[in-house]
């Protein structure tokens, strides 16, 4: 009967013979530990602080990464030594933002992220920002953003109230009203200007037709009987 371990066994170290793994190298009398990783599915950005010292770097880390994991990844990958690790959790304010930008929706936490800061053996210098993106296709690319917005826009074209106040209606009423005050017009409920009582009224489940609207509401708007 073959044991289960004697083939895991067996499969690790012709994985390690294809990835050419070599001794675990030392420094600053510390060895560098963690399980060997060949197919990493995580992320880690380098963030820019011109805040720290070129002594200290700072990464975006998933909330599973851990101090050891960030050490042998640097050393092993990119032979960058460290000499020590502080790690925080970040976590996001409370917001209605939804995924395509719009202000509105239920409330929600984002979910939080982890930054870890380490302390270089060598210093590290930014390299300056680039002032020419084209090498980038960084037209294009805004290009292709404003599109976006644009069939967003056409898509929904009536804006969520929640995200800005109707111009046109507030335009809309202030003309009303200055027109009520110079007796232009003189004001009557809806059920008077269609020629119902108001037990009638109230029964009329049908929307009144534009000719009994306002004039003000019957300019176009948008939204609005045309």
């Known amino acids: 009967m073959v044991r289960l371990s004697n083939i895991q066994g067996k499969v690790l170290r012709r994985l390690k013979e294809q990835a050419g793994t070599k001794e675990v190298k030392k420094y600053r009398s510390t060895e560098v530990v963690g399980k060997p990783v060949y197919l990493p599915q995580f992320r880690i950005a380098l963030v820019r602080t011109p805040n720290l010292s070129s002594k200290y770097a700072q990464f975006r880390v998933p909330l599973n990464f851990n101090k050891f994991d960030l050490r042998s990844y640097l050393y092993n990958l990119y032979g960058v030594a460290v000499l020590g690790i502080r790690s925080y959790v970040q976590a996001q304010g409370l917001t209605r933002i939804t995924r395509d930008g719009k202000g509105y929706g239920p409330w929600r936490r984002p979910k939080s992220q982890k930054r870890m800061t380490v302390e270089l053996k060598e210093p590290f210098a930014w390299p300056e920002e680039p002032k ?27 804006r969520n ?38 037990h009638e009224a109230a029964k009329k489940a049908s929307y009144f037709p534009a000719t009994t609207l306002p004039a003000w509401y019957a300019k176009q708007r948008k939204g609005g009987p045309k």
């Open 161 to 198: 109230s929640g995200e800005e106040p109707d111009h046109e209606l507030r335009a809309a009423y202030k003309e009303q009203a200055k027109a009520l005050l110079e007796k232009k017009e003189t004001w009557r409920p809806t059920w008077k200007a269609v020629g119902l009582e108001p």
């Open 132 to 158: 020419d993106l084209t090498p980038w296709e960084h037209e294009g690319w805004e290009k292709a953003e404003l599109w976006q917005q644009q069939q967003q826009d056409k898509e929904n074209p009536k």
